[in-house]
């Protein structure tokens, strides 16, 4: 049977600059899944910010005017350039760390975030075709437009006419800008996975460069929340996947960015279950398998978790600490809700100059979405942990 989880939507993130044009990218994955049936996003290009309608699962909007939510500074998060580090901890903290100083417009969900060549920031997140921000220092982002400016109607056939655009994955390879995206529509595994590249990164700079892979009911897969990886032999590989039979890979050529053979390998799966937004890395000698169980987008109520699995091969198995198989449920957590910090998760791991850090989305108490960043350690058995 098809998985179905309730949806309820996600209030827009008010942050210090807030437009009419950055507003759909912080309403809640009103997409994150086709697992996630029901209530429609909030229209687009309302200059202020409305409560969701009474019936749907009651996440309030910040008040207008709310000058933002800046996480508590529990570890920096960034600088005019990011300070070195004698040595990556080995010794996790006693407790969840909260989400490190971000301040400027940091309301956000899914994101991805890639560092420049000029050392400064981009990151890309759900909403209207794409929305973009930038920082200089990992810490004071602004709003950047959308990559798409003039729309994306290539997509409208997976999207039913919508403009929110999901989960999009950006890296810099080979002197362009990557962007992996999906496309679909509510309770539905209809879904496609795009490619977008550009020399700039620039809102409207990105060419539409097609259809890397697509699902519809007759897959047990769900073609969203996509994730490029490059292995140090040079392979491309894929990951995707939301609820239904889990997380897939695929692989890519290097020269198209699109597939270059016919085999979906499974690397992740919870018999149905809530897993979704994958992302592999890979630190000293293993590959490691990101990813999130349990619910988003229900604002404060939301139960995402952070989780990760590892490999001596990029294509699997992954096993968390237990030994237990990714493919058979298995997951060692690195990241829960915690005080004020609701649904940590559809996280991405950034590799910068002081550390690996960890990029995702949370929920405050208000139920609005917000940047989420730490860095990331490992302990003496090579597992990560965040402070």
């Known amino acids: 049977m098809t998985p179905r989880r309730a949806l309820s939507v996600l209030a827009a993130a008010v942050t210090i600059t807030l437009t009419a044009a950055a507003l759909p990218a912080v309403q809640a994955r009103a997409a994150a899944s086709a697992v996630r049936a029901g209530a429609a996003a909030p229209p687009a290009g309302r200059a202020g910010v409305a409560a969701p309608p009474a019936g749907r699962a009651g996440v309030a909007a910040p008040p207008a005017g709310r000058a933002g939510v800046a996480a ?197 799966g919870r018999g149905g279950g809530a897993i979704e937004a994958p992302y592999l890395t890979r630190h000293g000698s293993y590959y490691y398998l990101w990813v999130s169980f349990d619910l988003c987008c229900r604002g404060a109520s939301s139960t995402y978790r952070v989780m990760v699995g590892r490999s001596s091969s990029v294509t699997g198995p992954f096993v968390d600490r237990n030994g237990t198989a990714m493919t058979s449920g298995g997951g060692t957590q690195v990241l829960a809700g915690h005080g004020s910090i609701h649904g940590p998760g559809h996280q991405a791991v950034l590799t910068d100059s002081d550390a690996d850090v960890l990029v995702y989305h949370y929920y405050a108490d208000s139920g609005a979405s917000y940047l989420g960043i730490n860095l990331i350690g490992y302990d003496s058995a090579g597992w990560p942990f965040v402070y």
Request: aromatic share 12%; proline share 9%.
């Open 72 to 268: 508590p500074p529990a570890v920096r998060a960034g600088a005019a350039a990011p300070p070195l580090v004698a040595a990556t901890p080995t010794v996790p903290p006693a407790a969840y760390p909260n989400p490190g100083r971000v301040t400027g417009d940091t309301g956000i969900h899914d994101p991805s975030m890639v560092k420049t060549p000029a050392g400064t920031y981009l990151a890309a997140y759900t909403g209207d075709n794409i929305q973009l921000k930038t920082s200089q220092d990992r810490t004071a982002f602004r709003n950047a437009g959308a990559v798409f400016p003039n729309g994306a109607p290539w997509t409208t056939a997976y999207t039913g006419g919508s403009r929110n655009l999901w989960a999009p994955d950006i890296s810099y390879r080979n002197g362009r800008y990557h962007l992996y995206y999906s496309a679909s529509t509510f309770g539905s595994n209809r879904s496609a996975i795009f490619l977008a590249t550009s020399t700039t990164g620039a809102s409207g700079s990105w060419s539409n460069d097609g259809l890397v892979i697509e699902s519809s009911s007759g897959n047990d897969y769900n073609a969203i929340d996509p994730n490029l990886y490059v292995d140090p032999q040079g392979r491309w590989w894929l990951t995707f996947g939301s609820f239904w039979s889990g997380i897939k890979m695929v692989a890519l050529n290097p020269a198209t960015g699109k597939r270059s053979d016919s085999t979906i390998r499974s690397v992740a």
